[in-house]
């Protein structure tokens, strides 16, 4: 009998592909980074008023705070070393380093999704069942619910690493995607390796992170909407509130869900550019739609702005 020993092939480096044949990408990089500093500061300020003002010390703050941590998180995964990788020419990266990309870009982007079924089932509570608004959603089930999500994310996505560590690499070493992207990775073992299970993974993953919240986010706007109308609420600011989380949710999944459900009929270029997007607008755009869309929130930012303020101009003035 002989022993059924079988060697991994791992390669030392891979080869990032990106763009291929656009000509003036580097405006497009510039625009990137533009955006990863407008979201960094954004999802900051948002950070430092929840801290600094006790009124918004609520349990639905919790989870605001919590997504702009995220958007921070997932933007620091992803542009800086797209910019290093393409401004500088340094598209080689190891195969650790590699794994550890796709590993954190994939875990905060799960956590976006996460983060935003949570606040569509605080808007649900709070106005389909007002009432029991204070016992459902306290600060301690605001923290479970967070800490739950963050240990499932983490959890999906080291299976979904765990599985490449079992695929042999003896082809082609070149990722046609502008990160560590998980199908084209596995895709290159396809030919020396059972890649089954990695291939199941791509199409569960999707529907756990992005279609079944998805669809709760749905339902739960459409019960929403039915209490809005049979209830006598104060309408203007549950819509207003509401419609600030739905236009998050719409920038969100739209984008990414489009890409995935039509993957194999666009171009890389086309995959490349809407999913880099879907990646950077919406921790951009987060911060901005809060402030402007939710009044409490505005409020606070300008009482915020107002001692600041005072505090800079108190000195000069006493000079």
Same mark, same amino acid.
């Given at each position: 009998?002989?022993?059924?020993?079988?060697?991994?092939?791992?390669?030392?480096?891979?080869? @990032? *592909?990106?763009?291929?044949?656009?000509?003036? =990408?580097?405006?497009? #990089? /510039?625009?990137? &980074? !533009?955006?990863?500093? @407008? *979201?960094?500061?954004?999802?900051?300020?948002? =950070?430092?008023?929840? #801290? /600094?003002?006790? &009124? !918004?010390?609520?349990?639905?703050?919790?989870?605001?705070?919590?997504?702009?941590?995220t958007d921070i998180c997932e933007t620091t995964a992803l542009v800086p070393k797209v910019l290093d990788m393409f401004l500088f020419g340094r598209q080689f990266i190891s195969y650790d380093q590699c794994l550890t990309n796709?590993?954190?870009?994939?875990?905060?982007?799960?956590?976006?999704?996460?983060?935003?079924?949570?606040?569509?089932?605080?808007?649900?509570?709070?106005?389909?069942?007002?009432?029991?608004?204070?016992?459902?959603?306290?600060?301690?089930?605001?923290?479970?619910?967070?800490?739950?999500?963050?240990?499932?994310?983490?959890?999906?996505?080291?299976?979904?690493?765990?599985?490449?560590?079992?695929?042999?690499?003896?082809?082609?070493?070149?990722?046609?995607?502008?990160?560590?992207?998980?199908?084209?990775?596995?895709?290159?073992?396809?030919?020396?390796?059972?890649?089954?299970?990695?291939?199941?993974?791509?199409?569960?993953?999707?529907?756990?992170?992005?279609?079944?919240?998805?669809?709760?986010?749905?339902?739960?706007?459409?019960?929403?909407?039915?209490?809005?109308?049979?209830?006598?609420?104060?309408?203007?600011?549950?819509?207003?509130?509401?419609?600030?989380?739905?236009?998050?949710?719409?920038?969100?999944?739209?984008?990414?869900?489009?890409?995935?459900?039509?993957?194999?009929?666009?171009?890389?270029?086309?995959?490349?550019?809407?999913?880099s997007l879907t990646s950077v607008l919406p921790p951009m755009l987060n911060p901005i739609i809060y402030v402007l869309k939710t009044e409490e929130f505005k409020e606070s930012s300008k009482r915020l702005l107002k001692r600041?303020?005072?505090?800079?101009?108190?000195?000069?003035?006493?000079?």
């Amino acid at each position: 009998w002989s022993s059924n020993i079988t060697t991994i092939i791992r390669p030392p480096y891979f080869y @990032i *592909s990106g763009f291929t044949g656009i000509p003036h =990408m580097k405006y497009y #990089y /510039v625009f990137l &980074s !533009l955006v990863y500093i @407008i *979201s960094l500061m954004g999802n900051t300020f948002i =950070m430092i008023v929840i #801290y /600094v003002d006790q &009124s !918004l010390h609520s349990p639905k703050y919790i989870a605001v705070l919590n997504l702009a941590f995220t958007d921070i998180c997932e933007t620091t995964a992803l542009v800086p070393k797209v910019l290093d990788m393409f401004l500088f020419g340094r598209q080689f990266i190891s195969y650790d380093q590699c794994l550890t990309n796709l590993f954190f870009v994939f875990v905060f982007l799960t956590m976006q999704s996460f983060n935003l079924t949570i606040l569509s089932y605080d808007r649900l509570v709070a106005i389909c069942c007002p009432l029991r608004y204070h016992m459902l959603v306290s600060h301690r089930s605001m923290f479970q619910l967070t800490g739950a999500a963050w240990a499932f994310a983490v959890f999906i996505i080291l299976i979904l690493v765990g599985f490449i560590t079992r695929l042999s690499f003896c082809g082609s070493v070149v990722i046609n995607s502008y990160f560590c992207d998980h199908y084209p990775l596995f895709s290159l073992a396809a030919p020396c390796s059972d890649v089954l299970p990695n291939d199941v993974m791509s199409y569960l993953d999707p529907v756990v992170v992005l279609y079944i919240p998805m669809v709760f986010i749905i339902a739960s706007y459409v019960c929403i909407i039915h209490a809005l109308f049979t209830i006598t609420l104060p309408k203007d600011r549950a819509m207003k509130t509401c419609t600030s989380h739905l236009i998050l949710v719409a920038i969100f999944y739209l984008p990414i869900n489009i890409t995935y459900i039509f993957s194999s009929f666009i171009p890389t270029n086309i995959r490349i550019i809407n999913l880099s997007l879907t990646s950077v607008l919406p921790p951009m755009l987060n911060p901005i739609i809060y402030v402007l869309k939710t009044e409490e929130f505005k409020e606070s930012s300008k009482r915020l702005l107002k001692r600041v303020a005072q505090r800079t101009v108190g000195p000069v003035k006493s000079t």
